[in-house]
C-alpha cells in the first residue's frame, strides 16, 4: 500500500501542478476520457470536454498557489488493487472578480483506476472537489 500511496500522491502533486501552470493539457493526461465530476462550479460533468469548460476553465483562472495537504491523504484500495478512491484536503489562493486575493480551502475525493494501455499509470474516472464547509445550514 505504501507504493501505490505514493504513486497517488505523485499524481495528485501533478495535477496541482497542472493547475497551478493553468495546464490543461497536462490535466487531461492524468483523467479518463470518459470521467464524471463533480466540482466547486460544475454540478455535473459528464465527460471530459464538460469539465474542462464548467470546471477547469473558470476555476483555475481564478486560483493561484493551488496544492493538496500531505494529510489527511487517505487511500482506499480494492483488492486486486486496480481501483483507488483518495480523500484529501487542498489550499489555494482564490482571485476576486476586483483582483485581490483570499484564501480558498477544500476537500477532494478522486477515484482512479489504472490506465488500460498501461497499467502502472493511474487515471481520475471520477473527482469531487467542494470547498471547506461553513458549518451552517
Known sequence: MNTVKAELMAWHEHFAACVRARNFEGGRAQFAPDCQCFGTCAEFA????????????PTWSSTNAFHFLNAPFEVILSKDGS??????????????????????????TTVLRRADANPKIWVAVHTHYSKTPSGEL
Open 83 to 108: 481501483l483507488a478512491c483518495v480523500l484529501a484536503l487542498w489550499e489555494s489562493e482564490g482571485i476576486g472578480p476586483d483582483g485581490k486575493t483570499f484564501p480558498r480551502r477544500g476537500r477532494c
Open 46 to 57: 459528464a465527460d471530459w470536454e464538460r469539465l474542462l469548460q464548467t470546471q477547469w476553465i
